[in-house]
């Protein structure tokens, strides 16, 4: 009896878990919409974005391409928590942390070596096909750039 009353709870904490995650407008697949962004000429161009659950957390993977043409991936998995959690194949960045500003908006901090260096937010448009990311990156030289990236939901 125990078992079983366990055993149904757990399902149910899981299912509320994917049911929560599953209603969030971020989760999918984002591809970059160049005609609509807004990005420096030497910025990476994150061409492919991917948000999907990974237990309690999220996954966010990019895929893209740098301004000479080379390849990059990288990967981060976390809570939108506002906590910084490890980025893995970026060379701009060590973490990031996201914080849950309401259910269609996310802020964002990418650190290296613990210190900031970009800053941006995620919002969601209210029918859901498109997201816009704005940041602010600061280079090895201290200046800032400002981009706008606009994304369609695949």
Not at 12 to 37: H, R, V
Request: net charge positive.
């Amino acid at each position: 009896m125990r078992t079983r009353t366990v055993s149904a709870s757990l399902a149910l904490f899981l299912g509320g878990i994917a049911l929560c995650l599953a209603a969030d407008p971020n989760m999918g697949t984002w591809k970059l919409n160049e005609a609509k962004s807004k990005l420096d000429a030497g910025a990476t161009k994150n061409s492919m974005v991917v948000y999907a659950a990974a237990g309690d957390s999220v996954k966010i993977t990019v895929d893209g391409m740098t301004a000479d043409g080379k390849p990059v991936h990288h990967e981060w998995t976390g809570k939108f928590d506002g906590k910084d959690y490890p980025v893995t194949g970026d060379q701009t960045s060590d973490s990031r942390s996201y914080k849950k500003v309401d259910d269609r908006t996310l802020d964002f901090v990418g650190k290296k070596g613990g210190k900031a260096n970009v800053t941006g937010r995620v919002v969601v448009s209210a029918d859901g096909k498109s997201r816009t990311v704005t940041a602010t990156v600061t280079d090895a030289a201290g200046k800032q750039i400002k981009q706008t990236a606009v994304y369609d939901k695949q």
